[in-house]
């Protein structure tokens, strides 16, 4: 769990840090899929790559945390960056790009308190 953990931090900083929106937006969405495979990690549920597993993932991500704002924000990232990677590409806004940015550090601190919330320090 722990290095699914570090690698989704790792990507939403470099979300934080690119200059390009579109970059931003990768990384950020990286990022929560990597954060989505570190809590199922914790929930014993293993996750195989296979057609249509990060719908699952956000799904399950969801689930845990009992918020269905990522599973209705998470399916619009996946939408924008499948359109990105197969339809011809999107631009994302300096805006957009920085209100799913917010939107994921955020989900990244409820993610927190759910993985460590049996550690005693």
Do not use: P
Not at 44 to 60: E, F, M, P, S
Not at 68 to 83: A, F, H, L, Y
Not at 91 to 104: F, R
Request: charge should be positive.
């Amino acid at each position: 769990m722990d290095k699914y953990y570090a690698s989704a931090v790792r990507d939403l900083k470099i979300a934080r840090r690119a200059e390009e929106t579109e970059v931003s937006f990768r990384f950020c969405y990286d990022s929560l899929l990597k954060l989505a495979i570190a809590v199922c990690a914790k929930n014993n549920l293993r996750v195989k790559a296979r057609q249509g597993h990060h719908i699952k993932l956000i799904d399950k991500l969801a689930e845990i945390l009992h918020n269905q704002d990522i599973k209705i924000i998470g399916q619009e990232m996946r939408s924008k960056r499948n359109w990105d990677l197969y339809g011809g590409g999107i631009i994302i806004s300096k805006k957009e790009a920085k209100e799913y940015l917010k939107w994921t550090a955020d989900i990244f601190q409820e993610a927190d308190r759910h993985l460590h919330k049996n550690k005693l320090f």
